[in-house]
């Protein structure tokens, strides 16, 4: 199975016991969130040691271990993305399973199990990105928008649009639902990783917010901010988040 292949698989079957979990009816929304992320970060870190024993691996959810900054194969997990969503048992949660090579983004899959049916977008098959309509669309946080993003979007004359996790903010660009996604709140390597390498094969751009690369495997995993979107906006963009920064 190539490391997309595992990727999808994984990230398909997390979201699938996620929801079993979820419609157990056992837990409270409070204590629903803690056993959907326990259940599920143990599958895939089982998962990926039994068949990708050699690689590094980072999960939300393990002790970090120091070994993975000597690999060049990194798998980095978050095994539910937007707890909050998945146990008021909304559609804007994620499940995350990527693999950095070298510090970079190159294998992701994010799966969207609160989607009519699931969906898993992947790097490996990247499918048509919808044109930009005239009034572009911000996805920003339901519960606590950015300044920046808010300021940008206001520059822009852009709607805002709440959602949930960071990987159904990414995905959200993907599918057409929204055009731009920015943050600078603080997230950390396994908030953006597996939606960047998506991203990425879906001819987006992604980046940090004053334009530099998303490096990930870094001893230091906060990654607080970054950028999605069409290239074609990115430029305008960049600068009205360095005008905001300079005022």
């Known amino acids: 199975m190539s490391d997309a ?12 016991i996620l929801v079993d979990v979820r419609d157990s009816g056992i837990f409270s929304p409070k204590a629903l969130g803690k056993a959907g992320d326990q259940t599920a970060n143990q599958f895939l870190c089982h998962a990926l040691r039994e068949v990708r024993g050699e690689d590094g691996l980072l999960s939300e959810e393990e002790k970090d271990n120091a070994d993975r900054l000597a690999k060049s194969r990194v798998w980095i997990v978050d095994p539910v993305d937007g707890t909050r969503e998945y146990g008021e048992a909304r559609a804007d949660w994620a499940v995350h ?6 510090g970079e983004a190159v294998v992701g899959a994010v799966a969207l199990p609160g989607l009519d049916g699931g969906t898993v977008l992947r790097s490996d098959q990247p499918r048509e990105v919808p044109p930009a309509p005239e009034k572009l669309r911000m996805v920003v946080s339901r519960t606590r928008p950015a300044a920046e993003a808010v300021a940008v979007a206001q520059a822009l004359d852009a709607e805002l649009v709440p959602m949930g996790s960071a990987g159904a903010k990414a995905m959200a660009v993907i599918l057409g639902q929204a055009d731009i996604y920015l943050h600078s709140g603080g997230q950390y390597e396994w908030d953006s990783m597996a939606p960047a390498a998506v991203a990425l094969a879906h001819g987006l751009h992604c980046s940090r917010i004053d334009g530099s690369p998303l490096v990930y495997n870094q001893s230091d995993v906060y990654l607080p901010d970054l950028l999605i979107c069409r290239k074609e906006h990115a430029a305008s963009i960049l600068s009205l988040i360095a005008e905001q920064a300079a005022a």
């Open 97 to 102: 399973v990527g693999m950095a090579i070298d």
């Open 5 to 16: 292949d595992l990727a999808a698989h994984l990230a398909e079957v997390a979201g699938r």
